[in-house]
């Protein structure tokens, strides 16, 4: 059943890599046409000014085909007459995408179009609200619908049940936190899409090995379209992710991390996203404490998030991105061998 469950997923994941890249040409040319290109923030111009005019919202490449793929795999669980609630659990994961990538595709327009500063989106706290809106929506889901409501530690037998006090608050930290992170993680050519495609592939492992069929076809559906992203945003990119992706995919991943019941390591599977957000916490706290102490501005990095200091170091775009795809790879092995204990 296990090998059966495996080679089907797999064979999900090929077909989503190959529908998205057909489309994806075709796609790219509609973005042009439409004049949906990156607008560069002020900040980073100075080493990323050859990357204004790229097609922005490139997301949708992920999205639609995950959208498609998916309901038409499910649609007997989906609408059929008898209650399959572990085939319907899709739904939830699923939605999730669409929200936030509706939520980042509203930013990546206003950044484009709207009268904010250039490369700006909607509010900082008009989009902190509304992730958090969706996230607890999802959190009491998870809780009161699915009944997901346990703590996986490595090394311990058993899952441990949470109250709705503990467990809703920190199921809305993880989607919240994750959707931001990736959003940070988002700004090299290929960063972004090769960090979540490992981290949704460990998590699909581990879904595997729970038996949660459902979520492993997803897991690797979200595979094959990030690697498919990845054929068009390879450095030269012909296509940025933009908010419609990051902010999606990381939304997405909290959220199958809480359906496994494996969220403890994710900050270890997603080790590049949960760094360079780490990396933006410490360059403020380093900013505000030099000021106030010191009387001058001194920061720990030379620019963050994290990737823009080794850029500023010398690194070249290729090599940052190999890098930090090789730390995550092997984060998301010993995720994996953690989730076996």
């Not at 080794?310 to 090599?319: D, H, K, P, V, Y």
Request: net charge positive; aromatic share 10%; proline share 4%.
């Amino acid at each position: 059943m296990r090998n059966t469950a495996t080679a089907f997923a797999l064979a999900i994941g090929g077909l989503t890599f190959l529908v998205t890249v057909i489309w994806g040409d075709p796609f790219i040319e509609i973005l042009r046409r439409l004049k949906i290109g990156k607008k560069v923030r002020v900040e980073i111009a100075d080493v990323h000014s050859e990357k204004i005019g790229t097609p922005t919202m490139g997301g949708l490449l992920i999205l639609l085909p995950v959208l498609v793929v998916t309901v038409g795999l499910n649609v007997v669980n989906l609408i059929g007459p008898e209650v399959n609630l572990t085939g319907r659990s899709i739904l939830l994961p699923l939605l999730v995408l669409v929200y936030y990538g509706v939520l980042g595709a509203v930013d990546d327009w206003e950044g484009i179009r709207g009268r904010r500063v250039v490369g700006e989106g909607i509010s900082a706290r008009l989009k902190f609200t509304a992730q958090l809106v969706g996230a607890i929506g999802v959190a009491f889901v998870l809780y009161y619908v699915l009944e997901t409501r346990s703590l996986a530690i490595p090394g311990i037998q058993f899952a441990i049940p949470l109250p709705p006090y503990l467990y809703i608050p920190i199921a809305v930290f993880v989607i919240v936190g994750m959707s931001n992170a990736v959003n940070l993680t988002d700004g090299l050519d290929g960063l972004a899409g090769i960090i979540t495609a490992s981290a949704f592939a460990a998590y699909g492992i581990i879904a595997l090995l729970q038996g949660q069929v459902f979520l492993v076809q997803f897991a690797f559906t979200m595979v094959g379209a990030c690697f498919a992203f990845l054929w068009f945003n390879a450095h030269p990119a012909q296509l940025f992710m933009g908010d419609t992706g990051s902010l999606a995919l990381g939304a997405t991943l909290g959220t199958v991390a809480l359906m496994t019941g494996q969220w403890l390591i994710l900050p270890i599977i997603a080790i590049i996203p949960v760094a360079e957000t780490t990396s933006v916490m410490l360059q403020v706290l380093s900013a505000k404490l030099s000021r106030r102490l010191l009387g001058e501005d001194r920061r720990l990095f030379r620019r963050t998030p994290l990737h823009h200091h080794f850029e500023l170091g010398g690194w070249s775009e290729t090599q940052i991105v190999q890098r930090f795809w090789l730390i995550g790879l092997l984060a998301s092995i010993v995720g994996v061998a953690l989730a076996l204990l």
